[in-house]
């Protein structure tokens, strides 16, 4: 296995099976770092009869000696953080010394979450579909150079002039617009300091770290949180989140340079999810959409809220190709398209009478396209305990050639479940 430094991106809407994935290949590498979200995000990993959900800290903590870093891109909110660090302890996984957290880290305080809810309701029929957990509120105030960085909540008295700063604000959008109760700041600057007291053991400068890290020789893997088309800038916004999350991203949000890294590897379903408000060019109504949701179980990790569901779209994965980089690809849940008789990928869009092959550049234009579909022939049988290419129905293996050629990306991995010996390796990454 020669030295190699990675980064594993989501290629659709968030909710591809990248917690698996990374859990998987963490084998293969020394240090695990996420670079932006917070706590909306969800990573499901399972491991013979344990299942486990991860909102911060990255799924390679269950990989005994592999060092977990939370970069500077991504905001924390430290009561779920030492929650999920609790949790993780009680089934004896070992955390200090293999979880460390960017000391410029941004915080999410109370007031952030409030924020984000009462905004939401304030929109009405034109909600975005936040989760609520004050990740945008977060992000705004480290662009207005109001935020709070995980290293103040060590200093008492940085802190408190930071909180008193942004309530002067908040408390009167609360007060004077959202009809809200306002925030004392006395009592979050006692508990926050507290939590800095917690936090201090795990801060590091992660960019420093990380760059020695590869200077010695040792293996990165960079964890994206959601998927390329709820990036801030590429994603079908406003229906997006609030941070980069395309694989360019990991840099500022880690702190390398892009010479540094060796592949991009995109992780994709086998059909499409989306979660929330926004548009979804191959979305199935009702009945076959409902029937994918059902066997996928296609709920979201951190809120719950089903999936929407639909065919694979080829012109999303191409554009994601060009976004990210992606060098080598992962197909998850092609086990939930058994028993369809047919299957379509989406291979382009009909606008204004001319088919074009990615979204229209102006979000208003969204509903007037038509998806373009190639239809492909389904398999029967249960494959989920398949464990070779060549031991698969004929018909997935032809589905599968044709999503590598429709997207000209390569298939390294297939994923037929969410157990992590339910995987099949066309290609090592390693």
Request: include cysteine; glycine fraction near 10%.
């Amino acid at each position: 296995m020669r030295k190699k430094n990675i980064i594993v991106v989501g290629l659709q809407w968030g909710d591809e099976g990248k917690g698996k994935i990374v859990d998987l290949l963490s084998k293969n590498v020394d240090i695990i770092a996420r670079y932006q979200g917070g706590n909306n995000a969800g990573h499901t990993v399972v491991t013979g009869n344990i299942s486990l959900v991860f909102r911060l800290v990255p799924s390679g903590i269950l990989n005994e000696d592999k060092i977990c870093i939370l970069g500077n891109g991504v905001v924390v909110d430290p009561v779920v953080l030492f929650e999920e660090l609790e949790a993780l302890q009680k089934i004896n996984i070992r955390i200090r010394e293999r979880f460390y957290i960017s000391h410029k880290c941004h915080i999410i305080m109370p007031y952030h979450k409030r924020l984000d809810i009462a905004r939401e309701r304030l929109r009405g029929a034109g909600m975005i579909g936040t989760t609520g957990r004050g990740i945008g509120p977060a992000y705004e105030d480290k662009v207005a150079r109001i935020g709070i960085r995980a290293i103040d909540l060590t200093k008492k008295d940085v802190l408190y002039d930071k909180i008193i700063m942004s309530l002067k604000e908040k408390n009167y959008l609360f007060e004077n617009v959202l009809g809200e109760n306002i925030f004392n700041p006395d009592e979050l600057i006692n508990e926050y300091f507290e939590y800095g007291n917690k936090l201090k053991d795990y801060l590091i400068d992660s960019s420093e770290f990380i760059n020695q890290s590869i200077e010695a020789g040792k293996n990165i893997m960079l964890e994206g949180a959601q998927g390329t088309f709820l990036d801030v800038d590429h994603g079908t916004y406003p229906y997006v989140t609030s941070s980069n999350t395309v694989a360019g991203g990991s840099m500022s949000g880690i702190g390398i340079g892009p010479t540094k890294i060796d592949e991009v590897i995109g992780i994709t379903k086998a059909y499409t999810t989306r979660v929330g408000e926004g548009y979804f060019p191959t979305e199935l109504n009702e009945g076959l959409g409902d029937a994918i949701r059902d066997k996928g179980e296609e709920f979201g990790s951190v809120t719950g809220r089903p999936r929407r569901c639909g065919w694979f779209d080829a012109n999303l994965i191409k554009t994601a190709k060009y976004l990210n980089g992606i060098t080598g690809m992962v197909v998850t849940k092609l086990d939930v398209l058994s028993g369809l008789k047919k299957i379509n990928i989406c291979t382009g869009y009909l606008f204004k009478g001319s088919i074009i092959n990615h979204l229209p550049y102006s979000s208003d234009d969204f509903k007037d396209i038509t998806p373009v579909y190639e239809e492909s022939e389904g398999w029967d049988g249960e494959i989920s305990a398949v464990k070779t290419f060549k031991d698969l129905p004929v018909n997935a293996q032809k589905y599968l050639m044709k999503l590598e050629q429709i997207t000209e990306i390569p298939i390294n991995i297939i994923s037929l479940g969410k157990d992590r010996m339910q995987t099949i390796t066309l290609k090592e990454i390693f």
